[in-house]
């Protein structure tokens, strides 16, 4: 389930950066973020690799026709937060996430190797105030413990 399916609504980020060089078309809805190339190098391994002069997707890179990665099976609602934090959109970070939300997020970061790029924003979202956190009906006690147990485990924490 995208995060934007859950009762917390994000509000959309039409670019995460205006001219920026890719095109991520992420999840069944194909949701577009257009993000800078060079934040995606250095936050991830896997795109630094591709983003490199050896792959295709690092050749002719440019604002002005950005070059589009499909991440189907991605969430594109955690990698829309994940692009703001290593973008330095702090201003489109949310502070507060519910553990569902926390829990998308471990799912990306864990599948890229996002742990040291999100320390900060996971300390944060690991750490909110219960009554800032919007809270699932459809989630038990026990159950929002083994998604928080779940999450912390992909957090390495």
Known sequence: MDIAESNCK???VPDI?????VMLVVGPRNVRLRIQSQ???????????????????GQGLSKESPREVRLV???ADALRI??????????????YLTPRQVLQIAIE????DLNIALKYARVQWLTSPPEKVCVFSDISRPRETGV???T??????
């Open 10 to 12: 994000l509000d959309p």
């Open 17 to 21: 950066s205006p001219d920026g060089d």
């Open 39 to 57: 934040f995606l190098q250095c936050a991830l391994k896997v795109f630094g690799a591709m983003f490199g002069p050896t792959w295709s997707e």
């Open 73 to 75: 099976e991605d969430d």
């Open 82 to 95: 994940i692009c703001c934090v290593i973008h330095h959109r702090n201003n489109d970070v949310p502070q």
């Open 109 to 112: 970061a864990d599948k890229y």
């Open 148 to 150: 928080s147990d779940f």
């Open 152 to 157: 912390l485990y992909l957090f390495n924490n």
